[in-house]
């Protein structure tokens, strides 16, 4: 079945940087478009950023403001998202999600790891 | 930016009875392919997110008939023909016509 993991997540200072990943199994990881959604503490869901299936097409939310970078390494399953310069709103859990077939529909969902920005 | 109004932002109901919340988008949803890329989501206390619908009224994967969605353009809405314990839980519209992706702010559904 399909299964997405997340690491990565820590508590790190405002200005500092972190790198989380996510890995794929149970399907073919390079036939999907996979993004990244976070969720501050008691709020609601924001999308964050979409890759294409090999990697060629991305696309942000304005608020990365050019901190963040995703990326993917097909052979080895695992998307990846580079945050850089962080603010104490960027604390959140953060998914990883996969389309839905041959749409970019969030379908399957990681159980999420957390980034605290905290001095 | 589309932004998706979502109402209640709570709805308690009665174990058995319906539900329905309601989803209106700030611009039609409909994509230049003629699909409308409206999903519903629910959210467990303490669980990721879990697709529901998606494309307006197709039930993903595993999920229970009870849920229904309906809707164009610009209105849409999530039916939970009879509510079970199971189903308590914040309910979030998700449109993927255009970047960005865009979320409601979510509606909890509780038990009177």
């Known amino acids: 079945q399909v299964q997405l993991v997340e690491s990565g997540g820590s508590v790190v200072q405002p200005g500092r940087s972190v790198r989380l990943s996510c890995v794929g199994s149970?399907?073919?990881?390079?036939?999907?478009?996979m993004h990244w959604v976070r969720q501050a503490p008691g709020k609601g869901l924001e999308w964050v950023t979409l890759i294409s299936y090999d990697g060629s097409n991305k696309h942000y939310a304005d608020f990365v403001e050019g901190r963040f970078t995703i990326s993917r390494d097909n052979s080895k399953n695992t998307l990846y998202l580079q945050m850089n310069s962080l603010r104490t709103d960027d604390t959140a859990v953060y998914y990883c999600a996969r389309g839905v077939v041959s749409l970019i529909t969030p379908g399957y969902w990681g159980q999420g790891t957390l980034v605290t920005v905290s001095s | 930016e589309i932004v998706l109004t979502q109402t209640p932002l709570s709805s308690p109901v009665t174990l058995g009875q319906p539900a329905s919340i309601s989803c209106r988008s700030s611009q039609s949803l409909v994509n230049s392919d003629g699909n409308t890329y409206l999903s519903w989501l629910q959210q467990r206390p303490g669980q990721p997110p879990r697709l529901l619908i998606y494309k307006i009224s197709h039930r993903f994967s595993g999920v229970p008939d009870r849920f229904n969605g309906s809707g164009a353009g610009t209105d849409f809405t999530l039916k939970i023909s009879r509510v079970e314990a199971e189903d308590v839980a914040v309910y979030y519209c998700?449109?993927?016509?255009?970047?960005?992706?865009?979320f409601g702010g979510g509606t909890k559904v509780e038990i009177k």
């Open positions: 998700m449109q993927a016509t255009r970047l960005p992706l865009s």
């Open positions: 149970g399907f073919t990881f390079n036939n999907y478009a």
